[in-house]
Nanobody, 119 residues
Framework: QVHVVESGGGSVQAGGSLRLSCAVS????????LGWFRQAPGKERDRVAR???????IYEDSVKGRFTISQDNAKNTLYLQMNSLKPEDTAVYYC?????????????WGQGTQVTVSS
């Protein structure tokens, strides 16, 4: 059984930083993609950043240069380092895993962690 658990959310002022963590267990495949998504109140869930089994990273334009996705294979943990946070980054952040980086192929999702950025 696959488990995906996010942690590290919280409240921060604009310009601050947060690091989200995502522990993934029970998922073993030579080909995979791990990703961070977010959903702001009243909006659809959007992609933030993705990382595949080849080490390729993909960032949405809104976070390029500010967010960094990385993984620690030994700990089966995915990270999202978020710097220069803006109020518009406020959302529930979700971690997900799947066999490819196409949105529809992310089949394992965490419960989400709240990130609030105040101006």
């Amino acid at each position: 059984q696959v488990h995906v658990v996010e942690s590290g959310g919280g409240s921060v002022q604009a310009g601050g930083s947060l690091r989200l963590s995502c522990a993934v267990s029970g998922y073993s495949a030579s080909r995979y993609c791990l990703g961070w998504f977010r959903q702001a109140p009243g909006k659809e869930r959007d992609r933030v950043a993705r990382l595949d089994s080849l080490g390729t990273t993909i960032y949405e334009d809104s976070v390029k240069g500010r967010f960094t996705i990385s993984q620690d294979n030994a700990k089966n943990t995915l990270y999202l380092q978020m710097n220069s946070l803006k109020p518009e980054d406020t959302a529930v952040y979700y971690c997900a895993a799947g066999w490819s980086c196409h949105y529809s192929d992310f089949i394992y999702w965490g419960q989400g962690t709240q990130v609030t950025v105040s101006s």
